[in-house]
Nanobody
Framework: QVQLVESGGGLVQPGGSLRLSCAVS??????????ITWFRQAPGKEREGLAC????????YYVESIKGRFTIARDNAKNSVYLQMNSLMSEDTAVYYC???????????????????WGQGTQVTVSS
């Protein structure tokens, strides 16, 4: 089983930064055997895949809208995955989730139906 716990959300002004953390508890897998992806869901909108750290670590995947502002990172020793978010805008206001799966089709990394395990989410509010 895999348990995910997000933290680091909060209220930030436009242009500010936040670093989200996802602590991963594992019993069957090691972190490097999982795809870990950050999603977000704004009120009234679909859950959106943002950034993925695949098992292979050959590359990371980002949705176009956050490229250059958000960075995903993984620390296998700490069983943690991070999302560094810079230049935040009001449109980034959402609940942010991390999700994990031991296998998926790489081209479908941003589809929520690819993931078996989810955290409870952390609220990010960007407002002045």
């Amino acid at each position: 089983q895999v348990q995910l716990v997000e933290s680091g959300g909060g209220l930030v002004q436009p242009g500010g930064s936040l670093r989200l953390s996802c602590a991963v508890s594992l019993s069957r897998f090691t972190l490097d055997k999982l795809y870990i992806t950050w999603f977000r869901q704004a009120p009234g909108k679909e859950r959106e895949g943002l950034a993925c750290f695949p098992r292979s670590e050959s590359a990371t995947y980002y949705v176009e809208s956050i490229k250059g502002r958000f960075t995903i990172a993984r620390d296998n020793a700490k069983n943690s995955v991070y999302l560094q978010m810079n230049s935040l805008m009001s449109e980034d206001t959402a609940v942010y989730y991390c999700a994990a799966s031991p296998w998926l089709v790489d081209e479908w990394w941003n589809r929520r139906d690819q993931y078996e395990y989810w955290g409870q989410g952390t609220q990010v509010t960007v407002s002045s």
